[in-house]
């Protein structure tokens, strides 16, 4: 088993920046493909960003290419998400994922992922 705890959202003004955080124990995250989702009120959830096992390949959704950068730090086995240039679309509940559950399955589909977090709020206001 794996358990993830995302912290770091809260409520910041249009044009700042949050850095999220995922703490995961039970696995390493160092051993896993992982990846930030995200859901916003009447939408549906939506990748964000993810991040190859290897830690050498990163890739994000054009709404937030250049602004949010992924990352992890092995000795914490955490994984962050940054988060610039924050808009009011940005607002919503943030959720990390690890270990997809195929070597082929897409790393952008919440259903190939077998953790997740419970998320955390990120409020951009304008």
């Known amino acids: 088993q794996m358990q993830l705890v995302e912290s770091g959202g809260g409520l910041v003004q249009a044009g700042g920046s949050l850095r999220l955080s995922c703490a995961a124990s039970?696995?390493?995250?160092?051993?896993?493909?992982m990846g930030w989702f995200r859901q916003a009120p009447g939408k549906e959830r939506e990748f964000v960003a993810g991040?190859?096992?290897?830690?050498?390949?990163?890739w994000f959704a054009d709404s937030v290419k250049g602004r949010f950068t992924i990352s992890r730090d092995n000795a914490k086995n955490t994984v962050y998400l940054q988060m610039n240039s924050l808009q009011p679309e940005d607002t919503a509940i943030y959720y990390c994922?690890?270990?997809?559950?195929?070597?082929?399955?897409?790393?952008?589909?919440?259903?190939?992922?077998?953790?997740w977090g419970q998320g955390t709020q990120v409020t951009v206001s304008s």
């Open positions: 039970g696995r390493t995250v160092s051993s896993c493909t």
């Open positions: 991040i190859w096992r290897s830690g050498g390949t990163t």
């Open positions: 994922t690890a270990c997809t559950k195929y070597e082929l399955g897409s790393p952008k589909r919440w259903s190939e992922y077998n953790y």
